[in-house]
């Protein structure tokens, strides 16, 4: 199985503020993520930032796309991204639409499976138009009434899809080897490392507990 992928997510609103993180993070990591809030508030420039000031990591840009999704994705990766989110729920035609955006610039699309009712067939779905990557997603709200993505990582890990998974969902020290060891492709991580006093410390020892893994 190859090594799993290291995704930081960068959730502040503050330009300058994300990009610090990402400075302290980005030896330790191997995807930084411009999160939903993030790059809503901040745009393409960030993305450009990013990619100027880190060009040895992936840029995600999480843009959780609903509609229009050849048009909205395009200038993301024109930008600099390397990856951009789309969601399940949005339906087949914008999924398909930031598959084709994706291929145009050589790069990836990941599906986010938020909130789909039927998240096994839309990993089908997904795979089936080119997607590369499927996200298995527990958001924060649903974090907060307790869920978390393991029991979605276990069935979509089960379909054997020829498509990388990435988990997002609370994801720590104490939980991030049973998430590699269950099948997943890029562990996402937030407030484990940006929480932490040395956010570097901590995005370093979550590599090493990816390693051992």
Same mark, same amino acid.
Not at 134 to 141: A, E, F, N, S, Y
Not at 194 to 209: F, K, N, T
């Given at each position: 199985m190859a090594r799993a992928l290291i995704q930081m997510a960068l959730d502040s609103l503050d330009f300058n503020d994300t990009?610090?993180?990402?400075?302290?993070?980005?030896?330790?990591v191997?995807?930084?993520e411009i999160g939903t809030p993030c790059i809503k508030h901040n745009g393409v420039r960030l993305v450009q930032e990013l990619r100027r000031k880190f060009p040895n990591n992936l840029i995600l840009v999480d843009l959780k796309t609903m509609d229009a999704g050849e048009y909205e994705a395009a200038p993301f990766y024109a930008a600099g991204g390397d990856i951009c989110t789309v969601l399940g729920v949005s339906g087949n035609a914008t999924?398909?639409?930031?598959?084709? =955006? %994706?291929n145009a610039n050589n790069s990836e699309a990941q599906i986010d499976l938020i909130n789909v009712p039927n998240k096994a067939q839309c990993a089908r779905e997904a795979a089936k138009m080119g997607a590369q990557i499927?996200?298995?997603?527990?958001?924060?709200?649903a974090q907060a009434a307790g869920q978390t993505p393991f029991a979605d990582l276990q069935s979509i890990a089960a379909?054997?899809?020829?498509?990388?998974?990435?988990?997002?969902?609370?994801?720590?020290?104490?939980?991030v080897q049973q998430v590699v060891q269950a099948g997943a492709g890029i562990v996402v991580v937030g407030a484990a490392i940006?929480?932490?006093?040395?956010?570097?410390? =901590? %995005?370093?020892?979550?590599?090493?507990?990816v390693e051992a893994a």
């Open positions: 990009v610090g993180l990402a400075t302290q993070v980005a030896p330790h191997d995807i930084l999924m398909a639409g930031v598959v084709k =955006a %994706a499927v996200g298995v997603h527990t958001g924060l709200d379909l054997n899809l020829p498509v990388r998974i990435s988990v997002a969902g609370g994801i720590n020290q104490s939980t940006y929480s932490a006093p040395s956010p570097g410390d =901590a %995005a370093r020892e979550i590599r090493q507990l």
